[in-house]
C-alpha cells in the first residue's frame, strides 16, 4: 500500500469520549468536519460524510479513515491530487496538525476537538485579537479561571508566541484595581536594576534628581509582569525572592520598607525547571512564583489558526483585504513561522503595503512575502 508520511505520528491513547478528531477547514470557508471511526468519503456527492463544493473536487474525491491506529487519507481517482503538507501524494498517513488539501479545500488536523465542535464558527476573535481555535479553547478557559485570585503565574512560550498578551488578559479578567506594568528583565541596567524595581529616594545615587516609586509600587493592587525573567543573574533573583516572599519593597536610599499588594506574572521562553536543573535559576524563587505554569504552543503547533489570524491582521490594518488563493492559505499554514505571531503581523503589514489593491493573494504572493524578510 503506497502510504507517505509527512509528519510526526499521533498518539491515539486515553482517547476522551467527549472529544474527536478532526478537520478545521481554514479555505475557503471556515468550519470543522468531525471524523467519525471508520471511514468517511470526501466530495460533493450528496451522499459524501464530509462535502465540500467547487469545481476542484469531484464527486467522490478521497476517504479518510480513522481508527486507534491513527487515520488514513486516500486519493480516489480524481482529477486533482491529495495535497498533505505542500506535498503531492495518492494516499496519506496522518498526525495532529497536518495540513491537507482537497481541490480548493485546505484544513488542519486537529487531533481532539470537543464533539460539539462542528456547530458554528471554530474560531473566536477575542477583543485584544487573539483568535482561539478549538486547539487553544481549553487554554484560554484556563486562563480565565487563573485570573481570579492572587495565585503566580509562569508562562512559557518561544518568543512571539503572545506571552504578554497572556499575562494583561490575566490582569484585565482579574479584576484588580492597580496597573498592569510589563518589565523587560533583560533590559535592566545593572547597576539600576535594584533602583529600577524597587525605587529610589532623591540624591540615592549620582543623577537621581527626584525620587522614584519602582515597578513594584507602580504595581500596587496591580499585576507586576515580570519578561524574560531568566536573563536575570543568581544574585538579581535572590533580591526579587525577597521582595516576592515579603510582598515589601525597601526604595534605594531608604530606610523604612513599603508594602506592596502585587500580582506576579513572569514570562520565559525555556522552561524554569529545566533552568534549574542547569543551574541558571533558583528553585525557591520558582516555587514561589509558580503557582501555575501556561504553556503557548508555537504557531506551527497550531496551523489551523494561522490564516484567520492573517486574516483578522489585514482587516485591523485598513479598509482594503486581499482574498487567499487556496495555494496562499496553504503556504501560509506550512510555513514554519519561527518568530511566530510577531512574524506574522509583520507578514501582514508588509502584504498592506506591496499589495495594497490585489484582489486574491497566491502562493507565489506569499512566498515573496516571506522571502522579503530574509
Same mark, same amino acid.
Given at each position: 500500500m503506497d502510504i507517505t508520511r509527512t509528519g510526526p505520528r499521533a498518539s491515539s491513547t486515553g482517547r476522551d469520549p467527549a472529544r474527536s478528531r478532526?478537520?478545521?477547514?481554514?479555505?475557503?470557508?471556515? /468550519? @470543522? =468536519?468531525?471524523?467519525?471511526?471508520?471511514?468517511?468519503?470526501? &466530495? #460533493?456527492a450528496a451522499d459524501a460524510a464530509i462535502q465540500?463544493?467547487?469545481? /476542484? @473536487? =469531484?464527486?467522490?474525491?478521497?476517504?479518510?479513515?480513522?481508527? &486507534? #491506529?491513527?487515520?488514513?487519507?486516500?486519493?480516489?481517482?480524481?482529477?486533482? /491530487?491529495?495535497?498533505?503538507?505542500?506535498?503531492?501524494?495518492?494516499?496519506?498517513?496522518?498526525?495532529?496538525?497536518?495540513?491537507?488539501?482537497?481541490?480548493?479545500?485546505?484544513?488542519?488536523?486537529?487531533?481532539?476537538?470537543?464533539?460539539?465542535?462542528?456547530?458554528?464558527?471554530?474560531?473566536?476573535?477575542?477583543?485584544d485579537g487573539v483568535v482561539v481555535g478549538p486547539r487553544t479553547r481549553e487554554l484560554w478557559r484556563t486562563i480565565e479561571r487563573l485570573a481570579v485570585g492572587d495565585l503566580c503565574v509562569v508562562i512559557e512560550g518561544e518568543?512571539?508566541?503572545?506571552?504578554?498578551?497572556?499575562?494583561?488578559?490575566?490582569h484585565r479578567a482579574s479584576g484588580r484595581r492597580g496597573r498592569f506594568v510589563a518589565v523587560n528583565c533583560a533590559a535592566l541596567p545593572p547597576d539600576l536594576f535594584e533602583a529600577s524595581l524597587f525605587g529610589h529616594t532623591r540624591g540615592a545615587f549620582t543623577g537621581a534628581i527626584r525620587a522614584s516609586d519602582g515597578y513594584f509600587v507602580s504595581a500596587d493592587r496591580g499585576t507586576l509582569f515580570l519578561d524574560e525573567l531568566v536573563e536575570l543573574s543568581l544574585a538579581q533573583q535572590a533580591k526579587i525572592l525577597r521582595a516576592v516572599e515579603e510582598r515589601r519593597v525597601t526604595p534605594l536610599g531608604a530606610?523604612?520598607?513599603?508594602?506592596?499588594?502585587?500580582?506576579?506574572?513572569?514570562?520565559?521562553?525555556?522552561?524554569?525547571?529545566?533552568?534549574?536543573?542547569?543551574?541558571?535559576?533558583r528553585s525557591d524563587l520558582m516555587a514561589r512564583l509558580n503557582g501555575f505554569t501556561v504553556q503557548l504552543l508555537p504557531l506551527r503547533g497550531r496551523r489551523e489558526e494561522i490564516v484567520r489570524l492573517f486574516r483578522h491582521a489585514m482587516e485591523s490594518g485598513g479598509d482594503h483585504v486581499s482574498r487567499l488563493s487556496a495555494g496562499a492559505a496553504e503556504r501560509l499554514c506550512t510555513h514554519p513561522w519561527h518568530q511566530n505571531v510577531r512574524e506574522l503581523f509583520v507578514v501582514a503589514r508588509r502584504c498592506r503595503v506591496l499589495h495594497p489593491e490585489t484582489s486574491e493573494l497566491s502562493a507565489r504572493h506569499v512566498d515573496v512575502l516571506l522571502q522579503s524578510g530574509r
Open positions: 478532526a478537520i478545521v477547514w481554514v479555505h475557503p470557508e471556515e /468550519r @470543522v =468536519s468531525v471524523l467519525p471511526n471508520g471511514t468517511a468519503m470526501i &466530495g #460533493r465540500l463544493s467547487g469545481d /476542484r @473536487v =469531484s464527486r467522490r474525491h478521497a476517504t479518510i479513515t480513522s481508527s &486507534g #491506529r491513527g487515520l488514513i487519507l486516500r486519493d480516489e481517482g480524481a482529477r486533482n /491530487r491529495l495535497r498533505c503538507n505542500g506535498h503531492q501524494h495518492v494516499e496519506f498517513r496522518l498526525a495532529d496538525n497536518d495540513v491537507v488539501r482537497i481541490g480548493d479545500w485546505v484544513g488542519v488536523i486537529v487531533e481532539s476537538v470537543e464533539n460539539d465542535a462542528s456547530t458554528g464558527s471554530p474560531f473566536e476573535v477575542r477583543p518568543t512571539g508566541t503572545g506571552k504578554e498578551v497572556v499575562a494583561a488578559a490575566l530606610v523604612q520598607a513599603r508594602e506592596v499588594d502585587v500580582r506576579i506574572v513572569s514570562a520565559a521562553q525555556r522552561p524554569l525547571a529545566l533552568l534549574v536543573g542547569e543551574g541558571c535559576f
